[in-house]
């Protein structure tokens, strides 16, 4: 299988090096029984930093997953997990629903947005600042989180420079 390719983990599950039997793999956490799972790559959680509600995880594996909007495969590592559900916080039954190369996308376009947001909110923009406007804009339309042209309208000349 061809994985869309993570910029830390790779795209091939990643073997352990640590034993567990197939019964304490599938019972370290509910959904992993209905998952498509890389058994070699288990390693053992720190349920004491887990947010959970009644079931922890208590070992992590890599899983196999399909992109909710581009619909490739990707892995969802066991390291990968851990660093979700130990020192991020996220709770334990929160599923990765993107591969790595949707999700960056995503982060780039919330940072174009909120860019955005702050330009248009700027009093007395400077000419630098307007062009910088005008270019999200038109980039934000063509993907089509902007659907009002008039909004492409922006005034590049500005009595201020920077």
Not at 47 to 58: A, E, F, H, M, W
Not at 123 to 145: D, H, S, V, W
Request: overall charge positive; proline content about 3%.
């Amino acid at each position: 299988m061809n994985y869309v390719k993570h910029p830390r983990y790779g795209n091939k599950p990643i073997p352990s090096g640590e034993s567990y039997s197939e019964e304490d793999i599938l019972s370290a956490h509910w959904s992993y029984s209905s998952l498509k799972i890389f058994k070699e790559t288990a390693i053992k959680a720190d349920i004491s930093k887990q947010n959970y509600g009644l079931y922890p995880r208590k070992i992590y594996i890599d899983i196999e997953e399909t992109c909710n909007i581009c619909k490739r495969a990707f892995i969802f590592f066991a390291k990968e997990q851990m660093f979700w559900f130990e020192q991020l916080g996220f709770y334990v039954d929160a599923h990765c629903n993107q591969c790595p190369d949707c999700r960056r996308h995503l982060r780039n376009i919330k940072s174009l947005q909120k860019r955005y947001q702050l330009l248009v909110e700027t009093e007395n923009r400077t000419t630098k600042q307007n062009k910088e406007l005008k270019q999200i804009a038109m980039e934000l339309f063509q993907l089509g989180y902007i659907k009002d042209e008039k909004l492409l309208r922006i005034d590049t000349g500005s009595k201020q420079d920077a």
